[in-house]
């Protein structure tokens, strides 16, 4: 099986991180979907290499990769049925 890896760059100090944050943690308590995928996520200010690796300008940023290469990224905050529906594209 693919290994997918769901990740929200965000940052504290964000108004719209605080709306994708609660998004990203009800995804994580779903036990079908942590199955699926491992869900991290990525402060900007504590993990800026990681943050410049990845190319994020905006934060939030979700990125989903499988396998190690990115699939899709979303900028802004993202309903969490688009996030579902990419992993679960990503795994067909």
């Not at 609660?22 to 079908?32: L, N």
């Not at 990681?50 to 990125?63: H, N, Q, R, S």
Request: proline share 3%; glycine share 6%; aromatic share 6%.
């Amino acid at each position: 099986m693919a290994k997918l890896v769901l990740m929200d760059f965000y940052a504290d100090w964000c108004g719209p991180c605080r709306l994708q944050g609660p998004i990203f943690e009800e995804m994580e308590k779903d036990e079908e979907l942590c199955r699926k995928a491992e869900f991290r996520k990525v402060n900007v200010d504590e993990e800026g290499d990681l943050a410049a690796e990845k190319g994020i300008m905006v934060v939030p940023t979700v990125i989903l990769e499988k396998d190690g290469v990115e699939v899709q990224r979303w900028m802004g905050v993202t309903a969490k049925e688009e996030l579902v529906k990419a992993i679960n594209k990503a795994l067909d």
